[in-house]
């Protein structure tokens, strides 16, 4: 569901193939499974559901509800993942970062493929809706329309394709505030918003070292039509800073409290000094680092607002009771009563 590539940079994307890159490997369906349903990074997304899922659960947190939330979130991401993949293993095959998937390595035929995602994401949609509620499983089935049929016709098509892929990056936290609550709060668009922002700057890196690569496969990535580096970079800091505010929104908002606002706002700073390496040397060392950054930031932030989740009460930090909150995000601030 998210478009955001798992893996570390690496130099492959730059150097031919040895032979022992382009041996047949030996077929494992533990293997094939892996990469079909992109394990690795759909672990991030149901991670991201999660997070939603905990701060919308401000008092208690019902289990069994998260539980089946997680399952509904992966399910509609294998699907997103496997259809995907049939659509673009043309051009997989091109680019020698992706060219021993399973369907363009002849693995599996991309015919049981497609039906195979076709019956997981409706498996995981009617799991929502029948189990938590409608709003929770109609986001992610447009997660995965929105990431088939318009995010990936468009990366051959238009540099626009990145955030286009940002927004299906943002709805897996949107699935598990719904399905706590059967609403989207304000405070949910601030989590959203934070995870749509993080994507930017953290695929430009991704791209930028792969941009070769991408060219290669015939894929609209910025980079490819930034040689210089000097758009890619500058996006990449924009998008950096732009967390800045975000992040500090998320208490502000009732999302969280004043430490995690403070570990944000420090957290988020080390993360543009990164970026500003980059737009200063415009190297595939500094996208790796900025790269390699937005990975670390991204769980440590989450992790912060899940410690420190809920809203404060402002009226009483500012009246000397700092650690006053309001377990309701919806209701009026109690009373005191007389004894």
């Known amino acids: 569901m998210q478009h955001i590539e798992a893996p570390t940079p690496t130099s492959e994307a730059n150097h031919p193939p040895s032979a022992a890159t382009t041996e047949p490997r030996k077929l494992s369906w533990m293997r094939i499974t892996t990469e079909l349903t992109k394990a690795r990074l759909n672990a991030l997304v149901v991670a991201t559901t999660v997070v939603g899922f905990l701060l919308a659960s401000v008092s208690t947190i ?20 496997m259809l995907n993949q049939v659509i673009e293993r043309r051009r997989d095959a091109l680019m020698l970062r992706t060219r021993r998937r399973p369907i363009p390595a002849g693995e599996v035929q991309p015919g049981f493929v497609f039906a195979a995602g076709c019956l ?9 809706v029948l189990q938590i509620n409608m709003l929770t499983g109609v986001l992610a089935g447009a997660n995965i329309l929105i990431y088939v049929l ?41 989590l959203a918003g934070i995870l749509f922002v993080w994507q930017i700057p953290h695929f430009l890196a991704l791209a ?17 039509y930034d040689p210089d580096g000097r758009i890619t970079s500058q996006v ?19 999302l969280t409290g ?12 080390l993360f543009a000094a990164l970026a500003v390496q980059f737009a200063r040397y415009k190297d595939d060392r500094t996208a790796r680092a900025l790269f390699l ?10 992790l912060a607002m899940v ?8 009226t009483a930090f500012l009246s000397g009771r700092p650690n006053d909150r309001i377990f309701e995000p919806n209701s009026p601030p109690p009373t005191e009563t007389t004894p």
């Open 62 to 81: 019902d289990w069994w509800r998260l539980t089946i939330a997680m399952l509904g979130t992966a399910l509609a991401a294998v699907s997103a993942s």
């Open 258 to 269: 004043w430490w995690s606002a403070a570990f944000g706002f420090f957290a988020t700073l």
């Open 120 to 128: 997981i994401g409706f498996a995981g949609f009617a799991l929502l």
């Open 293 to 302: 950054g937005s990975i670390a930031w991204l769980p440590l932030i989450l």
């Open 150 to 190: 318009l995010y990936t016709p468009l990366k051959p098509r238009t540099t626009m394709n990145t955030i286009v892929g940002a927004v299906c990056g943002a709805i897996p936290p949107l699935i598990g505030w719904t399905a706590v609550t059967g609403r989207i709060d304000p405070a949910a668009w601030v």
């Open 236 to 254: 990449s800091l924009m998008t950096t800073l732009l967390l800045v505010p975000l992040v500090l929104s998320a208490t502000v908002s009732g």
């Open 208 to 224: 930028w070292k792969y941009r070769e690569d991408y060219a290669r496969g015939g894929h609209a990535m910025l980079p490819v």
């Open 307 to 314: 410690l420190d989740r809920g809203p404060v009460n402002v």
